[in-house]
């Protein structure tokens, strides 16, 4: 059962250098999520999506992209990294709907911007 | 707009004493409530919620949590803390058609 799988899951990038963040489910969920983690932040959201083809803005959408193109895989873009998009990057899933599904959580990807 | 106030960004107990963490939320409408756990570098994963029903919610592993309406907090309690409980804790909370909003966080450390 592989869950929620994220690649890379470190990688380090000099600032205005470009990536993209890779995040495959294997359990048909509709909605996928990705979310930053902080120290003494929480988690925050970046962009979500509600099915395939679909992709709508979270709590901090700004100097991300990202692509929904298959159901199964949703894409996190850094067009040009600044050092303060060094961040662990949680990609998660869910079955029913934004509020009252149960979140399935990658094991993260941890980005240095120098 | 819903927020969620964890209480203590870190709370130490003592092995078999009482975790009780903060969890207050604001929503102008019933809010679903959520509390997640993450073991060192590991992602998140559902201990409890409430939708609908019942205001006490068993979890797993022996946590559980209580929606107060009228004071608008739902704190996570265990009786008797074990050194496996040593972790990270969120509380979360949604309404309507949005997705969760997270606290900060609360970490909790266990002393033998």
């Known amino acids: 059962n592989a869950g929620v799988t994220q690649t890379p899951k470190f990688r380090v990038l000099k600032t205005g250098q470009s990536m993209t963040l890779l995040c495959a489910q294997d359990?048909?969920?509709?909605?996928m999520y990705w979310y930053r983690q902080d120290p003494g932040m929480g988690l925050r959201l970046i962009h979500y999506?509600?099915?395939?083809?679909?992709?709508a803005k979270g709590e901090v959408p700004d100097g991300y992209n990202v692509s929904r193109l298959k159901k199964q895989n949703f894409l996190l873009g850094l067009e040009s990294a600044a050092p303060s998009q060094t961040s662990v990057y949680f990609c998660?899933?869910?079955?029913?709907?934004?509020?009252?599904?149960?979140?399935?959580f990658g094991e993260g990807s941890r980005l240095t911007v120098l | 707009a819903q927020s969620v106030t964890q209480l203590g960004s870190h709370v130490s107990v003592s092995e078999g004493a009482l975790v009780l963490l903060r969890c207050n939320y604001s929503?102008?409408?019933?809010?679903?409530l959520f509390w997640y756990v993450q073991y060192p570098n590991q992602g998140l994963q559902l201990l409890l919620k409430y939708t609908t029903g019942a205001t006490l919610v068993k979890g797993i592993n022996g946590f559980e949590a209580e929606f107060k309406k009228s004071e608008t907090s739902f704190h996570l309690t265990k009786p008797s803390a074990h050194m496996s409980d040593a972790a990270e804790y969120f509380c979360a909370v949604s309404r309507g058609n949005t997705p969760l909003v997270f606290g900060k966080g609360t970490r909790l450390s266990v002393i033998a």
């Open positions: 359990m048909n969920h509709e909605y």
């Open positions: 998660a899933s869910s079955r029913s709907a934004l509020n009252t599904g149960e979140l399935f």
């Open positions: 999506s509600v099915g395939e083809g679909t992709t």
């Open positions: 929503s102008s409408v019933p809010p679903y």
